[in-house]
Nanobody, 129 residues
Framework: QVQLVESGGGLVQPGGSLRLSCAAS????????MAWFRQAPGKEREFVAA????????????YADSVKGRFTISRDNANKNTVHLQMNSLKPEDMAVYYC??????????????????WGQGTQVTVSS
């Protein structure tokens, strides 16, 4: 089973940027999409962004309304097993543990945790002045 390892988290001031990366231990051709979710203390894990890389919808990206226009998910061109999440204009409400996920979601589940079978251990993002 593929393992996912996140990196790039840290402390940033409001308005700043961070780039998260998720490296898969094996070729991810068996998966239809990779995504980022986040979980703040006392809250449920929520969808952030996803990218498809199989089938006719390959390359399609999806975003939560709260991050649209500020975050960008992308697949690494050099290493297809790596996905990035560029986060700009960070806000205190973006502070959470960010998790990478891989799976075979259908359209109705691509924004839900049920759509993914593999998860990383998470990386902390702290937004504070």
């Amino acid at each position: 089973q593929v393992q996912l390892v996140e990196s790039g988290g840290g402390l940033v001031q409001p308005g700043g940027s961070l780039r998260l990366s998720c490296a898969a231990s094996d070729y991810t051709s068996n998966y239809h999409a990779m995504a980022w979710f986040r979980q703040a203390p006392g809250k449920e894990r929520e969808f952030v962004a996803a990218v498809r890389w199989s089938g006719f919808s390959s390359g399609t990206t999806y975003y939560a309304d709260s991050v649209k226009g500020r975050f960008t998910i992308s697949r690494d061109n050099a290493n297809k097993n790596t996905v990035h999440l560029q986060m700009n204009s960070l806000k205190p409400e973006d502070m959470a543990v960010y998790y990478c996920a891989a799976g075979r979601p259908i359209l109705s589940t691509i924004r839900t945790t049920n759509g993914y079978t593999n998860w990383g251990q998470g990386t902390q993002v702290t937004v504070s002045s």
